[in-house]
């Protein structure tokens, strides 16, 4: 989620100062290149700190805060084969601001969701 939300925590920056952000969306698949390379903890204050930049540029917008620009993202849903098997679907989108801090909401929502599931079967 750090690799992931570093850069959105970037593209929202741009569409609160009313800019479109550059280059295509951050891929679906982000991940870190060396994943047991850093602590625990150190990953754990990262997001931390992420989440808590995020938090204040948003409590910082105006109520009237225009929604005109968009940014382009890749959205990810997790759907029900006719097997019954979970396979993601995947399309690009253009949202606003609004939308796009509902994104890393639900983005961080569906990550907690897996490691308690992780956690879950781990304990079984």
Do not use: C
């Not at 290149?33 to 625990?40: E, F, M, V």
């Not at 949202?95 to 079967?121: C, E, G, P, S």
């Amino acid at each position: 989620m750090v690799q992931t939300h570093r850069p959105s925590h970037d593209e929202l920056r741009e569409l609160l100062a009313g800019r479109r952000p550059a280059g295509p969306p951050i891929p679906a698949s982000l991940q870190s290149p060396d994943p047991l390379g850093h602590p625990w903890a150190a990953v754990l204050d990262d997001l931390a700190r992420v989440h808590a930049d995020i938090v204040a540029d948003l409590a910082a917008v105006p109520d009237d805060f225009p929604t005109s620009v968009r940014a382009r993202v890749v959205v990810v849903m997790n759907a029900e084969a006719t097997d019954g098997t979970s396979v993601p679907l995947a399309w690009e989108d253009e949202i606003d601001w609004k939308a796009y801090a509902v994104f890393l909401r639900l983005h961080t929502i569906d990550h907690l969701n897996q490691a308690r599931k992780l956690l879950a079967a781990l304990e079984t």
